[in-house]
């Protein structure tokens, strides 16, 4: 893809075809047969199932992509192919609310993504598409509460890197039986790493994915993974990438190894990856790529309970520190003027009771120099500390923040303080970094605990540090949240068994978490 997406473009491809209300008419669902003699497709278009995503109060993303030969391309004809889908009240399609037809284009790899709108908020709906005379796996998915709702409850769970041949995504079952309302994935959806003859389960392919089909294949392989699936059938998710979407440690367009992947390939690369990235995500047509860029930083409302920001920590970041002194440049940006500007200004103006903020990369510091001195992760927002620092200061005058992130493949659960040079400095929020989907296998947790340990006087501020694989269940409410860290004993298994490892609570209106 190149050159600008014009707005009616944009329209056209979010729309898919004009939306149609349940009075409309009923030859829609007919069998194939009625609908002329396009030659049929081959069988299993559906099977990369279905998902939704970014739920708004009267609005949902519905996500399906057609490849009955998934890991070669695809398999589909190089046509325009009209996708029927309805939206219903009830698991079994007799209260209709919603129907009309889209149009899977080859040019976006015959993905389907419609923006239904005009729906009441706070419902539970199911939905389906059909073409060719086949018919999807229904999906349910729900709409956020109303704008001026501010009580009841969100059940949100916070999941991150899932690497393919480290393990089944078992944890994706337990979050299932949890039933969260909306599930906020900050990061490494696939991994770009060559395969492995040892792995677990080996990625396809013949090397790291550069071309627009093999990021469609390397997708399309994640999306096969049933537990994932059925996940993406079950609640909305709200997207975002890091690094492993596109090249491990990758700064705006600069490679993590800049002597191999020169600038034009590199941005070829970033091209192919975030349209791949768009074609299997329930996002709108707001993230249609313009070539090597895309728009992924967004604002998702809960009625008055709580406001999500969206950030984008890669496209938009300066190259990283590679010393300390570097680490406190204040030149440095994670994300940019125009994106730091709209966190800040979601952050000063926001109604809500609870401002999370879905950031790819932890945000408190990691200290790893045990004793006198410090040593930071660099990729992290340790190494764009005066940018980092604005936002904590900032955090004194937000109501309840909490950062939600992911990529370290630990759980970190942390107090976000003012200063982290002087311990005695204010408290002004929460962060859970999530652990890993299957990242980091099944660790040793003797070997993590002889590592990690030591460094726990050095970051008083963090209050538990584990290695276990799973992800981290919120249950938001106007006096507090509740959060449990939800794991599974293996992943080496296409089976596990989960358990709470721990239980937390943020109390409104004061800043910091603790160990329940």
């Known amino acids: 893809m190149t050159g600008a997406v014009s707005p009616d473009r944009r329209r056209f491809l979010t729309a898919g075809a004009a939306v149609l209300g349940?009075?409309?008419?009923?030859?829609?669902?007919?069998?194939?047969?009625?609908?002329?003699?396009?030659?049929?497709?081959?069988?299993?278009?559906?099977?990369?199932?279905?998902?939704?995503?970014?739920?708004?109060?009267?609005?949902?993303?519905?996500?399906?992509?057609?490849a009955p030969d998934p890991l070669n391309g695809g398999g589909m004809p190089d046509r325009v192919v009209p996708v029927e889908w309805q939206l219903a009240e009830d698991s079994r399609f007799r209260k209709l609310v919603r129907r009309g037809t889209a149009q899977a284009r080859p040019e976006y790899g015959h993905s389907v993504h419609v923006d239904v709108r005009g729906l009441r908020p706070d419902r539970t709906y199911w939905y389906r598409f059909r073409t060719s005379g086949q018919l999807s796996p229904a999906g349910r998915t729900r709409t956020a509460p109303g704008p001026y709702s501010s009580g009841g409850s969100l059940r949100l769970a916070l999941a991150s890197c899932q690497n393919w041949q480290h393990g089944y995504f078992t944890p994706y079952a337990d979050m299932l039986d949890q039933d969260p309302d909306v599930v906020v994935f900050v990061g490494d959806y696939i991994y770009e790493s060559t395969p492995s003859a040892t792995a677990l389960r080996r990625h396809e392919g013949s090397?790291?994915?550069?071309?627009?089909?093999?990021?469609?294949?390397?997708?399309?392989?994640?999306?096969?993974?049933?537990?994932l699936a059925a996940m993406h059938g079950h609640a909305p998710f709200v997207v975002s990438f890091d690094d492993h979407e596109v090249d491990n440690d990758f700064a705006g367009e600069i490679p993590q190894d800049p002597d191999k992947q020169p600038h034009d390939a590199f941005v070829a690369r970033l091209t192919?990856?975030?349209?791949?990235?768009?074609?299997?995500?329930?996002?709108?047509?707001?993230?249609?790529?313009?070539?090597?860029?895309?728009?992924?930083?967004?604002?998702?409302?809960?009625?008055?309970?709580?406001?999500?920001?969206?950030?984008?920590?890669?496209?938009?970041?300066?190259?990283?520190?590679?010393?300390?002194?570097?680490?406190?440049?204040?030149?440095?940006?994670?994300?940019?003027a125009r994106q730091k500007q709209w966190l800040l200004n979601g952050l000063q103006g926001s109604p809500a009771r609870w401002n999370l903020i879905a950031s790819q990369i932890?945000?408190?510091?990691?200290?790893?120099?045990?004793?006198?001195?410090?040593?930071?992760?660099?990729?992290?927002?340790?190494?764009?500390?005066?940018?980092?620092?604005?936002?904590?200061q900032e955090f004194k005058k937000v109501r309840n923040p909490v950062v939600l992130s992911g990529d370290r493949h630990l759980t970190m659960?942390?107090?976000?303080?003012?200063?982290?040079?002087?311990?005695?400095?204010?408290?002004?929020?929460?962060?859970?970094?999530?652990?890993?989907?299957?990242?980091?296998?099944?660790?040793?947790?003797?070997?993590?605990?002889?590592?990690?340990?030591?460094?726990?006087?050095?970051?008083?501020?963090?209050?538990?540090?584990?290695?276990?694989?799973?992800?981290?269940?919120?249950?938001?409410?106007?006096?507090?949240?509740?959060?449990q860290v939800r794991v599974v004993d293996t992943v080496r298994q296409p089976s596990a068994t989960p358990s709470t490892l721990a239980k937390l609570r943020v109390e409104a209106g004061r800043p910091g978490v603790e160990v329940v």
């Open 272 to 336: 192919a990856a975030y349209q791949a990235f768009y074609e299997h995500m329930p996002v709108r047509a707001t993230a249609v790529p313009n070539g090597p860029h895309i728009r992924m930083y967004r604002r998702l409302e809960f009625g008055r309970l709580a406001r999500l920001n969206v950030l984008d920590t890669r496209q938009y970041r300066s190259d990283q520190a590679t010393s300390q002194a570097g680490a406190q440049d204040p030149s440095l940006t994670m994300l940019g």
């Open 413 to 483: 659960i942390s107090d976000l303080k003012v200063d982290y040079a002087d311990p005695d400095s204010a408290v002004v929020g929460a962060e859970f970094v999530g652990t890993s989907i299957s990242s980091n296998g099944d660790q040793d947790q003797a070997a993590f605990r002889r590592e990690w340990d030591p460094r726990r006087p050095d970051n008083p501020h963090w209050k538990l540090l584990d290695a276990h694989r799973g992800y981290h269940l919120f249950d938001v409410r106007r006096d507090g949240i509740d959060a």
């Open 207 to 227: 090397g790291e994915p550069f071309s627009l089909v093999q990021y469609r294949n390397r997708y399309a392989q994640y999306r096969t993974d049933p537990d």
């Open 362 to 392: 932890m945000m408190a510091e990691t200290d790893l120099q045990v004793g006198e001195g410090k040593l930071w992760f660099y990729d992290a927002w340790d190494g764009y500390q005066a940018e980092r620092n604005r936002f904590l």
């Open 22 to 66: 349940a009075a409309a008419s009923a030859q829609l669902w007919l069998p194939a047969t009625a609908h002329g003699a396009e030659t049929p497709l081959p069988d299993g278009v559906f099977s990369l199932g279905v998902a939704s995503g970014d739920p708004l109060p009267d609005g949902i993303v519905l996500w399906t992509r057609l």
